[in-house]
């Protein structure tokens, strides 16, 4: 069984995603880009201590501006969750996936 991810080093992760949400908020596309790329950094370097880990890549999607990046990166850290038998990670992933497809489909029939 692969090492948990330690809370102390995700608490980093949690810290800037809530900038990146913040700089959203604000409506600042600069700072949101430089927020967002901060937390990138952060799960690569999670990413290189644990190893592909569905918590880990399941945020990056969660994150990721293009719809098409963040499904493929979300069906990926479901892939994971499964394959880690965590049950708890999988339902988050899948909401997160509902979430997109309910965005698409809302895109689609405002346009």
Not at 10 to 32: G, H, R
Not at 33 to 50: F, I, N, Q, T, V
Not at 69 to 79: Q, S, W
Request: aromatic fraction near 4%; proline fraction near 3%.
């Amino acid at each position: 069984m692969k090492q948990r991810v330690l809370k102390a080093d995700w608490q980093p992760v949690l810290d800037a995603a809530c900038e990146v949400a913040n700089a959203v908020m604000m409506d600042d596309p600069v700072l949101s880009a430089s927020k967002r790329e901060r937390l990138m950094d952060l799960l690569s370097g999670l990413e290189r201590k644990y190893g592909e880990r569905a918590m880990i890549t399941a945020t990056r999607g969660d994150f990721l501006e293009e719809p098409l990046e963040a499904k493929k990166c979300l069906e990926r850290a479901l892939d994971l969750a499964r394959a880690e038998e965590d049950s708890e990670e999988e339902l988050e992933i899948l909401d997160s996936l509902n979430y997109l497809d309910l965005q698409a489909t809302d895109h689609v029939s405002e346009g």
